[in-house]
């Protein structure tokens, strides 16, 4: 069980990362979500991650 663990975190943040990135009407907003959501999910690289994946979302 513990093995597991791990990868089901990881996937629940990312889930998470990816849900609160599309968060937002335009892409300035998505961006700004996604990074609040990346930073507080995996820190600094987590922010721009974050960033990248709400901009890329936007319509």
Do not use: D, H, K, Q
Not at 32 to 56: D, E, K, M, N, Y
């Amino acid at each position: 069980m513990t093995y597991r663990t791990p990868r089901l975190l990881a996937g629940l943040c990312a889930a998470a990362l990816l849900t609160l990135a599309a968060c937002g009407n335009n892409p300035t907003e998505r961006a700004a979500t996604g990074g609040a959501s990346g930073a507080v999910l995996a820190g600094p690289a987590g922010a721009i991650v974050g960033g990248t994946v709400g901009a890329a979302t936007a319509n």
